[in-house]
């Protein structure tokens, strides 16, 4: 999943790419990615609670999707 980091303060583009069935530290390696579809829009969360509740729909979505197995 990326988001265009829009949630910075700054005039550049940021990708965050949550990689799923990963964990491996690779925080500022340069990766390749390939976006296969649109998941929904952008959304301001009124709480972190908010946020992990949609992360994770949206990690189902994209498990469904691809038929993957969730491992974490």
Not at 14 to 19: A, M, S
Request: glycine share 2%; with cysteine.
């Amino acid at each position: 999943m990326i988001n265009l980091g829009s949630t910075r303060n700054s005039n550049e583009l940021h990708y965050e790419v949550h990689i799923l069935n990963f964990n491996e530290m690779i925080y500022g390696q340069a990766l390749n990615v390939k976006v296969c579809f649109y998941l929904r829009e952008e959304i301001a969360f009124p709480s972190f609670n908010d946020l992990i509740s949609q992360i994770n729909r949206d990690i189902d979505s994209v498990v469904n999707r691809f038929h993957l197995i969730k491992t974490h």
